[in-house]
């Protein structure tokens, strides 16, 4: 029944998006969900974990530390259709300060370090699923308090500098491995979206678990310590796919028609389709939210 609905859900989206028009569809977000458990790992490298509070009750985890991206761990393989800017979130749960990080490579390049929060203690942001962007530490001179934190500035270092990956249209490949281990990653979220412009943590700013404070960013670079689903929400696949999807689709198609002359007291230009992309993308919305509960992958407790 669940992989009914999901094959539902998913022709009901794609119906709605082959219904745009080119200019809307162009504008649309570039938005994967992808979950960890399924990526290939090297031997001796990452193991599949199982966890309750993972989205499918599984999520990869190492036991043994990595001295580079190069050493046994997994690799994480996408494709995008248009060369642009993509950003890399991770929903992750760590312990500790000493379970917060790994190594990365994008595409065979440089080993790079993927840093979670690191707060000293117990902090909140430990043993709590959180999605967290792609960084690298980045060097240089830092003084803007509203964006850096006070470790940042004295230190030269802002290790939470998100990694804008630059990409071309096709095939691209991040290897990972474990810097330090413990940690447990559970799902991947690709998207053309900016880290000021889309955060999978929150859902239309019902999370109010942000984390009081950053030793690395400033005071308007808020980090939320708990995702939505952590807190008995909805996945952020499922809530971009019903709320925020859906919202981008009519604003687009709406610019799309007045650029063709609809609204403008022209005529209008004959729309390329033969169905009308607003109502498949609302039809489409009102079916995924009532195929929600069946997409549930685990109970609550």
């Known amino acids: 029944m669940k992989r009914i609905a999901l094959l539902i859900l998913t022709a009901a989206l794609l119906a709605a998006s082959l219904a745009l028009p080119a200019s809307a569809a162009n504008k649309v977000p570039y938005m994967q969900f992808i979950q960890a458990e399924s990526l290939p790992c090297d031997k001796g490298g990452a193991v599949v974990k199982d966890d309750k509070g993972a989205i499918g009750g599984k999520g990869l985890t190492v036991t ?37 990080s790994l190594f990365y490579s994008v595409d065979g390049g440089e080993s790079l370090i993927w840093d979670f929060p690191d707060e000293d203690g117990e902090a909140i942001c430990y043993n709590s699923w959180q999605y ?3 960084t690298f530490r980045e060097k240089g001179t830092f003084t803007d308090t509203a964006k850096y934190g006070k470790w940042t500035i004295e230190n030269s270092d802002w290790r939470h500098s998100p990694n804008v990956l630059h990409l ?36 239309d700013g019902a999370n ?6 950053c030793k690395f960013c400033g005071t308007n670079w808020k980090h939320y310590y708990k995702d939505m689903y952590a807190q008995g929400g909805p ?10 999807l859906p919202k981008y689709v009519k604003a687009e198609t709406t610019a ?10 022209g ?21 995924s939210a009532a195929l929600i509960p069946a997409l549930k992958l685990k109970k609550r407790r």
């Open 168 to 203: 071309t249209a096709g095939e691209h490949k991040i290897k990972f491995a474990g810097r330090e281990a413990n940690w447990i990653l559970d799902e991947f979220v690709i998207t053309n979206l900016k880290v000021e412009e889309y955060d999978p943590n929150d859902q």
């Open 208 to 213: 109010k678990c942000i984390l009081p404070e």
């Open 256 to 265: 799309a028609a007045k650029a063709d002359g609809g609204g403008t007291g």
């Open 64 to 100: 043994e530390k990595a001295s580079s991206a190069a050493d046994p761990g997994f690799t994480l393989t996408f494709t995008v259709d248009v060369d642009g800017d993509y950003t890399v979130w991770g929903r992750a749960f760590f312990p500790n300060q000493s379970s917060n």
């Open 132 to 134: 967290f962007y792609l």
């Open 267 to 287: 005529a209008a230009k004959a729309a390329p389709q033969t169905l009308d992309p607003l109502t498949v993308t609302l039809a489409a919305a009102a079916l």
């Open 235 to 244: 996945t952020a696949e499922e809530y971009y796919k019903t709320s925020v």
